[in-house]
């Protein structure tokens, strides 16, 4: 086993691993300038109308909520929705938190079976903080399936007013997928990571990242239908092919990378 | 660093050296090639991680040196494997004077289940359901949590009983030493699969093509400006860094599988139905057991179907399907495949053409009276409690322990008193058997 215990630990290296440990606290603590990261997604090309789904069970219930493929989502003007904009972290290294994040909020988030969909589509968690997965359908059965590649995967019955609670100690490296195999047109990506700096494009495909240490940094693109968004204009760079661009966050600025335009049929690809 | 770790790094690196100089004096032997482990090409060419061809042999490599071959399997001390077993199973089949039987995996499993243990030996593809496919660690009759890795005497019980409606027999007539020897070599092979995929995610999360520097630690760039990059090989030998990181990979599974013992779930004693129930106290268990397969907490009777046969929900997959399905329409998917390196997309129509026709997970019909997982009262019991793992089946109990379930365990040994007397209840509406033929009927 592997487990790096303190007690295997010489002497002389405790006090070095102590000494690294006071260094990198006190780094965080003075390290004062922060930055914003923001831009809004626009989808390049027409949807048409969204699919609808092909409810197969419980259809006199789910069939009455005009579901629809929601793998690709726009709202008003084409502005794509739930795009995920993260922190790309190389094992085993970290960021420094601004303090106002260091802890996760001690509010769940909650994912909900609710009218035979989950709400919301697209989710951000972080480890430590609640997941806490409801089903409001009023005598209709959900499980959740959830695929995690870090954490412990779980697949399990949810029933009304008593909604499962979860929480997560590792970082995932991509959104993990979460299905209901009764209803199985269900699907909803939850994000989870170690650090605060992740975001969903919203209603107006906007995202905002707030509090990141200044300085350059790699952000993930990543949306449902194709995963990586590869070889996407962001403001004055591009993204890679896994999706990564190296941003520079200025000192108490914000880097707006304005209207970020994402092909729809990159997206289909 | 820990002194113990330094050493294994050690191991890592003369293991790594000694295996690559026997690759090169098997070179030329004359004799017959030894069959080799086989590379998770559906992994190697995914979208997710698309890997390339060097980068494929890399990972080969360190799988090589960590795990040796079909032939001389290895297990680093990290492992926790008994190599004395793993021996026993590996090799060719053959048995010696005294009688001893060496080469048990190639022997009892490998027609079936494959030399790497990807369920894709000869006769796989003819099968239904499909051989397990070891790679993933995801084992379905267990009794540890469904997250939770099986324990020995789980594997165990399958080999000696088999599973009942499946190709898979029952070897409860070798002997005991050597079952022990082929448990060892499954779990060798699903650490060595899983570890695959580990180092895969790995190569491509944080390894891949990195922009040069120059001596100023600006980026360089070509004539017309592009950025000049180089590929960082995955190197353990030589890279202390990725030597620690493969062998944290490792434990982390290792502490997955060393760990199933504590994960075991215990029904509850004051819960278990007493043996000298009488036939009221069973009836009434039954129709409570009824009642929530019915109802929306348990829910069975969405994919069991109101009639228990197993004609629910059919449209969904087990997890290994559901990944060839994803895999295949990401394949279709992939347009011109720009970007993606020319050494997996000239490997793609090879993969794809290579998998099996998907199937949907089918539920059980519970009027069969024939059960995977065994017939005892306690596999029931985790059958339902812990769902089945790598299939749509949730669990209904706590996902682990202290956490919270949704059916409460006298209601789980409810609904396996009504499972257990489906095959021999009257079906509510019992189909007709229809006339053999029409005319002569009229």
């Given at each position: 086993m592997m487990t790096i215990n303190s007690k295997h630990l010489t002497g002389c290296t405790r006090v070095a691993v102590f000494a690294a440990i006071a260094l990198a606290t006190f780094a965080s603590a003075t390290a004062a300038d922060w930055g914003t990261l923001k831009g809004r997604f626009v989808l390049d090309g027409d949807l048409g109308e969204p699919t609808a789904l092909t409810v197969s069970k419980d259809v006199e219930y789910c069939g009455k909520n005009n579901l629809v493929d929601e793998s690709i989502a726009v709202g008003e003007?084409?502005?794509?929705?739930n795009v995920f904009v993260y922190l790309y972290l190389k094992r085993g290294k970290s960021v420094d938190i601004h303090p106002d994040l260091a802890e996760p909020s001690s509010e769940p988030v909650v994912l909900d079976n609710h009218g035979c969909r989950f709400e919301p589509h697209v989710a951000l968690l972080r480890t430590g903080q609640t997941l806490e997965v409801r089903n409001s359908d009023k005598g209709i059965g959900h499980n959740t399936n959830f695929t995690l590649l870090k954490n412990p995967a779980f697949n399990e019955m949810v029933t009304n007013d008593s909604p499962i609670k979860k929480m997560f100690t590792k970082s995932e490296s991509y959104p993990s997928s979460a299905v209901c195999s009764i209803h199985p047109w269900m699907k909803a990506h939850v994000l989870i990571r170690d650090n605060p700096y992740m975001a969903t494009s919203g209603e107006d495909g906007s995202f905002v990242i707030e509090k990141i240490p200044a300085g350059t940094h790699e952000f993930i693109f990543w949306q449902e239908s194709s995963g990586n968004l590869k070889k996407l204009s962001v403001g004055k760079s591009k993204t890679s092919r896994k999706g990564r661009a190296k941003l520079k966050i200025p000192a108490d600025g914000e880097l707006d990378l304005g209207e970020i335009k994402v092909k729809l049929s990159d997206l289909r690809k | 660093m820990n002194g113990s770790v330094a050493m294994n790094h050690e191991s890592l690196r003369k293991n790594l050296t000694w295996w690559m100089a026997a690759a090169a004096l098997l070179v030329g032997c004359g004799k017959v090639e030894p069959p080799p482990f086989r590379l998770n090409m559906t992994q190697m060419v995914s979208n997710e991680t698309p890997t390339s061809p060097e980068y494929q042999q890399e990972i080969a490599d360190v799988l090589g040196a960590m795990f040796g071959t079909p032939d001389e399997p290895y297990a680093v001390p990290e492992a926790g494997l008994d190599l004395s077993r793993l021996r026993m199973a590996a090799g060719a089949a053959w048995s010696d004077e005294k009688g001893t039987n060496h080469g048990l995996y190639r022997k009892h499993c490998v027609h079936c289940h494959g030399i790497t243990g990807d369920?894709?030996?000869?006769?796989a593809r003819f099968l239904?359901?499909?051989?397990?496919?070891y790679r993933q660690g995801v084992y379905k009759f267990k009794s540890t949590y469904n997250a939770d890795r099986p324990t020995d005497d789980d594997l165990l019980r399958v080999l000696v009983n088999?599973?009942?409606?499946?190709a898979m027999p029952s070897f409860s007539l070798l002997p005991h030493s050597e079952l022990e020897a082929l448990v060892e070599y499954v779990k060798y092979l699903s650490i060595r699969g899983q570890l695959e995929v580990s180092l895969a995610a790995y190569v491509y999360d944080d390894l891949g093509e990195e922009a040069e520097v120059d001596e100023n630690g600006d980026e360089k760039v070509d004539s017309e400006g592009n950025e000049i990059t180089k590929r960082i090989p995955l190197d353990p030998v030589n890279d202390p860094e990725q030597r620690e990181v493969v062998m944290e990979l490792l434990a982390e599974i290792i502490e997955g599988w060393e760990s199933s013992a504590e994960k075991v779930v215990i029904p509850s004693e004051d819960h278990?139905?007493?043996?000298?129930?009488?036939a009221e106290e069973i009836a009434a268990s039954v129709a409570q057991g009824r009642e929530l397969f019915f109802g929306t907490r348990a829910n069975c009777v969405k994919c069991h179907g109101p009639t228990a046969l197993g004609d629910g929900q059919q449209d969904d997959q087990d997890s290994w399907n559901k990944a060839h399905k994803k895999f295949l329409q990401d394949m279709v998917n992939a347009g011109d495949q720009e970007g993606v390196h020319p050494g997996i997309v000239a490997s793609r129509a090879e993969v794809v053409a290579s998998i099996y026709t998907v199937r949907n997970a089918i539920p059980r019909n519970l009027r069969q009276g024939i059960y995977r997982g065994g017939r005892r009262r306690l596999d029931i019991f985790w059958r339902i409690y812990t769902g089945i793992a790598g299939t749509p089946m949730p669990a209904t109990g706590p996902a682990s322990p202290g956490a919270q379930g949704t059916l409460k365990e006298e209601e789980i040994w409810n609904i396996v008193d009504y499972v257990l007397s489906l095959p021999y209840e009257t079906p509510s509406r019992p189909l007709k058997a229809l006339p053999v033929n029409l005319e002569a009927v009229n």
């Open positions: 003007g084409n502005a794509l929705k | 369920g894709r030996g000869p006769t239904n359901p499909y051989p397990r496919d088999g599973v009942p409606g499946t278990i139905p007493a043996d000298n129930r009488n």
